[in-house]
C-alpha cells in the first residue's frame, strides 16, 4: 500500500498538541518531515522516531511560521504528499482517503478538507467577509472552491510541484498556494466530510493560532485577496 509523505511546521507552545497528533499521523505516512521554529536545538521526545526527520529553525533559515511545512519542497520526492498541522487530530484512514480523492479526479486537483470562496466583489476582512467559509472540522459537501487550507491538504506531484518563493511572508500559506493554484488554473477540491472527521487536541493553548493572531490585523491579507480575479476551477 503506497503511502503519502507528510510535512508539518510547529512552535514550543505545541509540544503538547504533537502528543496528540503525532500518534495518528506515523502510521499513515511514509515519512514525516517536521520543521521545528524557535526550538533551540530541543528535540521533543515525540519526535524521535525513524520516521521523522526534523529541521531546527536556527540550523536552517531561521522562523519560517507555517511556511515551514514547505521546507524544501523543491526537493520532494514525487508522489503524494500531505500538509499538515500541529494541533489537529486525523482519522485513522485519514490518508487513504485524501489519496483516494486525489485519483478519484485524476490527479487534476489538488485537495483538502478546509476552505474558502471570496466576493465577486471586494472583501472588507479576509478573515471576516468572505462568501463561503468550509471548516475542517465541519460537515461539508463535496465541491470545488477559491481557497485551500493547506493544514488538511494533499496533492500529487503529477499535479503541482510547490517552490519555495511561492511564500514570500509567513502564516499565510493558504493565500499563497490558493494563488498559484489559480494562476496554474489547477482546481480546489473541497472532499465531503462530516462533522467531527477532523478534531483538534485539547491541549491547543487559546491564542496561539495564526487566526486567532491575525484576525484584527488583516489588511495585508484583505488587499491581496482583493487584488486577483478567482475562479472556481473544476476538474
Not at 511546521?9 to 521545528?36: E, N, W
Request: glycine share 6%.
Amino acid at each position: 500500500m503506497e503511502l503519502p509523505t507528510f510535512h508539518m511546521a510547529t512552535m514550543p507552545v505545541r509540544i503538547a498538541t504533537l502528543g496528540d497528533s503525532i500518534p495518528r499521523i506515523l502510521p499513515q505516512c511514509k515519512h514525516l518531515f517536521v520543521y521545528l521554529n524557535n526550538f533551540s536545538g530541543y528535540l521533543p521526545e515525540i519526535l524521535a522516531h525513524p520516521k521523522i526527520t526534523v529541521y531546527f529553525s536556527e540550523d536552517e533559515i531561521g522562523n519560517t511560521g507555517d511556511v515551514g511545512k514547505f521546507y524544501n519542497c523543491e526537493d520532494w520526492e514525487p508522489g503524494y504528499h500531505c500538509t499538515v498541522d500541529d494541533k489537529l487530530l486525523y482519522p485513522e484512514n485519514y490518508a487513504q482517503f485524501m489519496m483516494g480523492k486525489v485519483d478519484e479526479y485524476k490527479r487534476k486537483a489538488v485537495v483538502s478538507l478546509h476552505g474558502r470562496n471570496f466576493h465577486d466583489r471586494p472583501s472588507t476582512s479576509y478573515y471576516f467577509d468572505v462568501k463561503n467559509f468550509f471548516g475542517c472540522m465541519d460537515k461539508v459537501e463535496e465541491q470545488f472552491v477559491h481557497e485551500i487550507g493547506t493544514g488538511v491538504m494533499c496533492f500529487h506531484t503529477d499535479t503541482i510541484r510547490p517552490s519555495w518563493d511561492w511564500f514570500p511572508y509567513m502564516n499565510m500559506t493558504d493565500i499563497y498556494m490558493s494563488l498559484e493554484l489559480q494562476k496554474r488554473k489547477i482546481p480546489v477540491l473541497i472532499a465531503g466530510h462530516e462533522r467531527g472527521t477532523i478534531g483538534i487536541s485539547d491541549k491547543t493553548m487559546i491564542g496561539h493560532g495564526i487566526s486567532q493572531n491575525l484576525n484584527r490585523k488583516d489588511t495585508f491579507q484583505t488587499e491581496l485577496i482583493n487584488s486577483f480575479k478567482w475562479r472556481i476551477n473544476r476538474a
